[in-house]
């Protein structure tokens, strides 16, 4: 089963996603494996790759008894592993509705076992053990690496909201519409600057809900004459990553995603407001509140973008759905409408394309070899966007609306 420690009395350095067995003990295995392995990797994903590491006990359970992966493992059993890994593969395989998910889930189960099994060849000594476990390894290796749950698709280009769904969100989002889908004046307060914060500055969802709440910074730019604003995206620096209540733990996705990122006057000023008059003053530092005084959690936010994408008009929904196949807005979604009209943007203004893309390298935190950036490319030229924003993007009539008189 799959924990999450977060209770004060559990010491900092313990406290994080776990596997037990049915008797509440950590799966021994799994929890070598989580602290060798994954002291890189995103709290997300570190918790997707332990429910597909889990998976795998369950099965292993299933076909040869309790802790029999764990045993397998330990004792280095070839033939046990190999009945495990063989009748799991097909198991997957053999789901009527195959998707990348279950490619994945073999691959980190796969290699779980592989690095496992390597560990324990290298801390067994002598003779010609050592040679029959070498053997075995190669074995695994060569016969399950060659499997796949199913082929890899091409690569898709990216999809921005078209136009009307962009135009319907400002309109509903507004704190002040009387369509708004949230009863609360704070709980629209804080929904509006999430959405303004990934559609304007690109960000992913956990790295708004990382923001503290003075993410916002500025200073005086004597070249330009004005004050220029920006914000850190980074850890929180006020909190201890390990005290983190969210069952969910938001984390920067790389090292790549560390950067500053411009901000405009405006979204400074909406920023502000929010964090002056509606966040509240609760005891943590987290600029996104919950309606309890807890920070805002990864389940609230999808939740929130799924109450806002049912309250959408049927036509703006048939719209969405023709245009890029999808039912529902959810926070990425507004991510990839930034990043298209971002580069947009640069190429109106006269950048080369290799120029642009370089940029957005930077302002999305994509590292030099990713690929990310060309794929927005296509989308930009389907132009759905241009009637949604001006010229200066930041300057979106509707977010001055949104002002409350005497706040600006």
């Known amino acids: 089963m799959f924990e999450q420690l977060s209770d004060q009395s559990v010491p900092a350095g313990l406290r994080g996603p776990i ?3 049915q008797h509440g003990l950590p799966r021994y295995w799994a929890a070598v494996w989580a602290t060798t392995s994954t ?8 918790v997707k790759k332990l429910r597909y590491i889990e998976n795998l006990y369950q099965h292993a359970e299933q076909l040869r008894g309790v802790s029999a992966l764990d045993d397998a493992l330990g004792t280095l059993n070839d033939e046990a592993l190999a009945d495990i890994l063989e009748s799991w593969f097909v198991s997957i395989r053999n789901q009527p509705n195959g998707t990348d998910i279950d490619e994945m889930r073999w691959l980190t189960g796969l290699g779980f076992v592989t690095s496992v099994v390597t560990w324990v060849s290298k801390s067994q000594a002598a003779d010609d ?5 070498e053997e075995r390894l190669i074995r695994l290796s060569t016969l399950y690496s060659q499997l796949h749950v199913r082929r890899a698709k091409a690569i898709e280009t990216v999809r921005s ?6 135009k319907a969100l400002y309109e509903i989002l507004d704190p002040e519409s009387a369509t708004n889908p949230f009863a609360r004046e704070k709980t629209r307060w804080r929904v509006f600057i999430a959405f303004v914060l990934m559609l304007h500055q690109g960000l992913r969802r956990g790295e708004v809900l990382l923001l503290p709440v003075d993410a916002v ?3 005086y730019d004597h070249k330009q004459h004005r004050t220029r604003h920006w914000l850190n995206v980074q850890e929180n620096e006020y909190e201890d990553s390990d005290g983190d209540p969210r069952y969910s733990r938001p984390g920067i996705k790389t090292a790549h995603s560390i950067r500053q990122v411009p901000v405009s006057e405006l979204t400074a000023s909406m920023v502000q407001t929010y964090a002056g008059n509606y966040r509240g003053r609760p005891r943590h530092s987290f600029l996104l509140n919950s309606q309890i005084d807890m920070p805002l959690s990864t389940e609230a936010l999808t939740k929130i973008f799924a109450q806002i994408s049912y309250r959408l008009p049927t036509a703006v929904l048939k719209e969405l759905k023709d245009r890029t196949g999808k039912e529902s807005v959810t926070p990425h979604d507004l991510r990839h409408t930034c990043a298209v009209m971002r580069l947009h943007q640069l190429l109106e203004q006269g950048d080369s394309m290799d120029e642009a893309i370089q940029k957005l390298r930077t302002f999305f935190g994509w590292s030099k070899t990713s690929s990310m950036p060309s794929r927005y490319a296509r989308a930009v030229f389907e132009d759905r966007l241009a ?3 001006n010229d200066a993007f930041d300057d ?3 977010l001055l609306r949104a002002l409350p008189k005497g706040h600006y």
Request: net charge positive; hydrophobic share 50%.
């Open 39 to 46: 002291a890189q990797l995103a709290n997300s994903t570190h």
């Open 129 to 133: 053990r050592i040679r029959r476990i």
């Open 396 to 398: 979106r009539v509707a």
């Open 387 to 389: 009637g949604v924003w």
């Open 19 to 21: 596997l037990v067995d």
């Open 161 to 166: 909201l078209p136009a009307g769904t962009v």
């Open 217 to 219: 910074k500025s200073a």
